[in-house]
């Protein structure tokens, strides 16, 4: 049985275009000198190819810029309060931790132009389910012309000892906001940047709220934040936006921050 020259064929990728055709010709030249003679019979022909090593294909990952290709609007369902919001509601599918059981799902409203950015798997809480020591990002949301969001998730022993503690038994809303300030801006937290707080009951569930003025902030220079605990998580949703953004979409922005609930 003759054998087949494996090194000649394996080497094909879709790094380019030149590199595949020449990769072809290879193939079709190496494969020319094993092919049986006229006189062969088709069905040995056929049998002949089929046993030749098959050319590894590498399919490479798109790059991040693809992961915001799709609007909300086209996957998600209209908001039943308000049909030019949609809905999001997080389920396990979507995040490590939600699979984990360390997050309760949460839900959200939405404008339907927004796409869904990709969070790096450093910051995802990938990497250190089902025990994270620090906080992790859970989902981010993002359009160019309004603003972004992003739910954050830190571990409850972090901020108290107590197992299972409601956010009051963590503290003031002033207290909150100190320990997780930084991942509200990105970089650093300044007390003067807290512009206003106020405490929201919906249910049985309690929810810090937060209005902050961030010029130095990598998130935005205007950044609303909510936040709650429950079960061993305490969970934070935080709006963003820069000057030009806040001018056109405060409204919108507001409705989405007073629309989270875990």
């Known amino acids: 049985m003759a054998t087949f020259p494996?090194?000649?064929?394996?080497?094909l990728t879709l790094s380019s275009s030149s590199s595949k055709l020449s990769t072809l010709h290879a193939f079709r030249a190496s494969a020319s000198e094993y092919l049986p003679s006229q006189h062969t019979s088709r069905r040995e022909c056929l049998k002949g190819l089929a046993l030749m090593p098959l050319p590894l294909v590498v399919l490479r990952e798109p790059p991040p810029s693809h992961a915001r290709e799709v609007e909300v609007g086209s996957f998600l369902p209209p908001s039943p309060s308000d049909p030019s919001f949609v809905l999001f509601t997080a389920s396990p599918k979507d995040t490590p931790a939600l699979r984990a059981g360390n997050v309760q799902p949460y839900?959200?409203?939405?404008?339907?132009?927004?796409?869904?950015?990709?969070v790096a798997n450093i910051l995802s809480g990938?990497?250190?389910q089902p025990k994270c020591a620090e906080p992790w990002v859970e989902v981010k949301f993002e359009d160019e012309k309004q603003g972004k969001v992003q739910v954050v998730a830190s571990p409850l022993i972090r901020l108290t000892n107590k197992p299972n503690a409601t956010i009051e038994d963590i503290g003031s809303p002033e207290k909150l906001i100190a320990s997780l300030g930084p991942f509200v801006t990105g970089n650093t937290f300044d007390p003067e940047?807290?512009?206003?707080?106020?405490v929201e009951k919906l249910g049985d569930q309690t929810?810090?709220?937060y209005v902050l003025e961030t010029p130095y902030a990598l998130t935005g220079t205007h950044n609303l934040a909510k936040a709650t605990a429950k079960g061993?998580?305490?969970?934070?949703?935080?709006?963003?936006?820069n000057d030009k953004q806040w001018q056109t979409s405060e409204k919108t922005l507001k409705v989405v921050l007073d629309s989270f609930e875990v």
């Open 6 to 11: 494996f090194t000649s064929l394996f080497p």
């Open 107 to 118: 839900k959200f409203l939405l404008p339907p132009t927004w796409k869904q950015a990709r």
């Open 126 to 128: 990938n990497y250190c």
């Open 193 to 198: 940047e807290l512009l206003e707080t106020s």
């Open 207 to 209: 929810y810090y709220k």
């Open 232 to 241: 061993n998580t305490v969970v934070l949703f935080v709006v963003s936006a």
